[in-house]
C-alpha cells in the first residue's frame, strides 16, 4: 500500500515507469495535510546545486501582490490563524527550508526586497513533490521545475473574502490594525491605514471578480494567459471592457528543457529560444502574478504615426528574472530514483522497446548540433 501525492506531469512519469518496471503507484491530489513531524525532503539529481535551489525558490522578480506586512496581519475566516500560519500547505504549496527564507514562506514566495510586498516567481508554479509511504516510512522527492498541484484559485479566493472581511468587520480590521502598526498603533494611523487597505481590496477583489471563472480551475490547473490578458489589457490599461472569464485552464508545463525550445506554452505561441524571447516570455509571467505596470502615452497616436507610450513604470525585476532564467538553462530532466523504487532492468528494456516504436517519433531525445 502506498500514498503519493504527485504533480500532474510527475505523475505521468512515474506511472509510465511503473508499467515498465511493475511498481505499484497511486496517485492522489497535493491539496491533503503533509504528515507531521513532515520527513526530511530527498532531491533527485537534476544539476542543481543547494544554492542553485535555493535562489530559484527565492529569487524575487518584482511581483507586488500584498504588501507583506498586510499578508501577515490578515487572518483566516474558517479557524482563528494567520492566513499562512500554515505556509498555505492547505493549496498546496510546498515547504521551502532554504536558509534565504526568514519568513517562512513556501516554495516561491518571497519578500521583494525593493517593495516590502510578498511576490510569487517561477518556483510557485513549478515545483512539485512526491511523497511515498511504504511499512510505515514516508519518502519525500522533490521534483524541482516540475508542474505544482497547488489550488491557485482557492488561494485567490480565500485571500480576497478574508481581505474583505477585514475591511468591513470593526473587531477583525482593528486587530489587523494593531498587527501591523505594533506600537506605533494609533487611531488617526489606523485610518490611515484602513483607507490604503480599503484601495487595495477594492482593486484586488475588482481583479478577482473579472477574471476568476466561476467553474473552478481545480488543483495543478491555470488559465494563465487569460490572467496575464486581464491584468495588462485589463487592470492595466484601465479599460474594464476588456476583461475576459480566464475560463481555459491547463496544467502547469514543467521547465527542464524549456529553453531549448523553439516555441513554448501549451499552444505553441511563443517564440522562444534566444534569450531576449526568454525574458519577454517571463515579462508576461511576472506581469500574470500582480507585477505593477502603468504604461503611460507620451505622445497620442495620429492618422500617419503611432502613439509614442511610456512602458518604464513597472515593477518587473529584470535583473532577478535573469537569475531565474539562467538557473532553469541548468536543470535536467528528473532520474528515476532507482534507489527507493527500484527497477527491473529486462521490463525496461521491453518498455524501451514499445517507447521507440509507438512513442520515439515525437518524444525521443535529439540533439541538433548548429554550427559546429
Known amino acids: ?95 521551502n527550508d532554504s536558509p534565504n527564507n526568514s519568513n517562512g514562506l513556501p516554495v516561491g514566495f518571497v519578500v521583494e526586497a525593493k517593495s516590502g510586498q510578498l511576490g510569487m516567481t517561477c518556483a510557485a508554479c513549478h515545483t512539485g513533490e512526491l511523497q511515498y509511504t511504504k511499512n510505515g516510512i514516508t519518502t519525500v522527492l522533490r521534483i524541482d521545475g ?8 482557492q488561494f485567490l479566493i480565500d485571500l480576497t473574502a478574508a481581505a474583505r472581511q477585514t475591511l468591513s468587520q470593526p473587531d477583525r480590521f482593528t486587530a489587523f490594525a494593531k498587527a ?24 484586488f477583489g475588482d481583479f478577482m471578480d473579472r477574471s476568476l471563472p466561476s467553474s473552478p480551475w481545480g488543483p495543478g490547473r491555470l488559465d494563465a494567459f487569460g490572467m496575464i490578458f486581464n491584468r495588462v489589457a485589463g487592470r492595466d ?39 531576449i524571447q526568454g525574458l519577454a516570455r517571463n515579462t508576461g509571467e511576472v506581469l500574470g502574478v500582480f507585477a505593477d505596470f502603468t504604461p503611460k502615452i507620451l505622445i497620442p497616436r495620429t492618422v500617419i504615426t503611432p502613439a509614442v507610450i511610456d512602458y518604464r513604470n513597472n515593477s518587473v525585476d529584470l535583473a532577478g528574472l535573469e537569475t531565474l532564467e539562467e538557473k532553469i538553462t541548468t536543470l535536467r530532466p528528473p532520474p528515476w ?16 522497446v514499445l517507447f521507440d516504436d509507438n512513442c520515439g517519433q515525437c518524444h525521443a531525445e535529439h540533439t541538433n548540433i548548429i554550427g559546429n
Request: hydrophobic letters at 45%; one cysteine or more.
Open 180 to 203: 501591523v502598526l505594533g506600537s506605533g498603533y494609533t487611531a488617526a494611523g489606523a485610518a490611515q491605514l484602513k483607507a490604503a487597505f480599503g484601495d487595495w481590496v477594492n482593486q
Open 237 to 275: 490599461l484601465g479599460i474594464t471592457a476588456n476583461f475576459r472569464s480566464a475560463d481555459a485552464p491547463v496544467s502547469y508545463p514543467f521547465l527542464w528543457n524549456a529553453t531549448r525550445q523553439d516555441r513554448t506554452q501549451w499552444n505553441g505561441g511563443v517564440p522562444n529560444g534566444l534569450f
Open 337 to 352: 530514483p532507482s534507489a527507493l523504487f527500484g527497477l527491473d532492468t529486462q521490463l525496461a528494456a521491453k518498455g524501451k
Open 146 to 153: 516540475a508542474p505544482t498541484t497547488a489550488d491557485f484559485q
Open 1 to 95: 500500500m502506498c500514498t503519493l501525492g504527485l504533480t500532474v506531469r510527475a505523475a505521468a512519469q512515474i506511472a509510465a515507469c511503473a508499467l515498465a518496471a511493475s511498481i505499484p503507484v497511486c496517485a492522489n491530489g497535493a491539496s491533503a495535510q503533509p504528515a507531521t513531524p513532515s520527513p526530511a525532503v530527498t532531491y533527485l539529481a537534476q544539476g542543481w546545486t543547494a544554492a542553485d535551489r535555493n535562489a530559484f525558490y527565492t529569487t524575487g522578480q518584482g511581483s507586488h501582490l500584498i504588501p507583506y506586512a498586510w499578508f501577515k496581519a490578515v487572518r483566516r475566516l474558517d479557524v482563528d490563524q494567520p492566513f499562512a500560519a500554515d505556509r498555505l500547505e492547505r493549496y498546496g504549496y510546498l515547504g
